[in-house]
DNA sequence: GTAGAATGACCTATATACGAGCCAAATCAT
DNA sequence: ATGATTTGGCTCGTATATAGGTCATTCTAC
């Protein structure tokens, strides 16, 4: 029996759903049947059937590996782009107390 | 016994850590702990954990979630550019074919 | 300084996603 | 037209992600 029934927030499955349907397009306009992209995720071609209508409960590497084979560009930046963003957020991350509060007010100070 | 082990390439893998990075220090920049943010996504801590460092088990669900409650956008896109994105991604793959055959010859004609 | 909160890193049991297989329906090649 | 191929939608068993702890450490508020 399900201890925790999960659910979802529909701005996040709304985007995975755009996500899926990327993914799709990508694969059809490189010419690969499922069996061949699912092959070259290294998953089986349901668990491409899943990743593709956007799933909430596949495992994200395998949706960000898909994404890759494809074309589909996250945060639109190539790696370098990626490793370049990640520097920076980790720079902004080191600027902040290393602990969080709980507060009394929610402060909130967008940035 | 692991009948297959899975292997995700680097671009994923990075882009994935970025996202966790991000959604980290959305956390942080709204106050949050890492016990408050588990539960309002409905997870334990210990996943939470697991977002935050990017890795690739996690299911994409959480993580999406995770970055919406702490207002990292994936496609720099709010809830209505979302669904007009997917509207427009929908049309570009009613164009196409039905069924994708393999070809003999790999096209690939970006676009 | 110090008490208490937050975090990091584990470990185990259990709910569950995935692989593999199947069938039926759709659609493309010829 | 028709045979071949792709795809969608199931079902089931098993590998595994998650919840829920514990302990040690780090940091903050006071």
Redesign the pocket.
């Known amino acids: ?6 659910t979802y927030s529909r701005y996040g499955l709304e985007g995975l759903a755009l996500l899926g349907k990327m993914i ?1 397009l990508g ?2 306009q490189r010419r ?7 092959e070259r ?13 956007g ?1 909430p ?4 590497g ?1 949706m960000f590996e898909a994404a890759a084979i494809v074309g589909v560009k996250l945060f639109d930046a190539d790696e370098k782009g990626i490793t370049a963003l990640a520097a920076r957020t980790d720079d902004r991350i080191a600027v ?7 507060a009394g007010k929610q402060v909130d100070d967008d940035f």
Do not use: F, N, W
């Open positions: 029996m399900p201890t925790t029934k999960r799709r694969r059809m690969l049947t499922a069996q061949e992209l699912a995720i290294g998953v089986s071609r349901s668990t491409l059937q899943r990743i593709e209508k799933d409960k596949v495992e994200v395998l902040l107390p290393k602990h969080i509060y709980k």
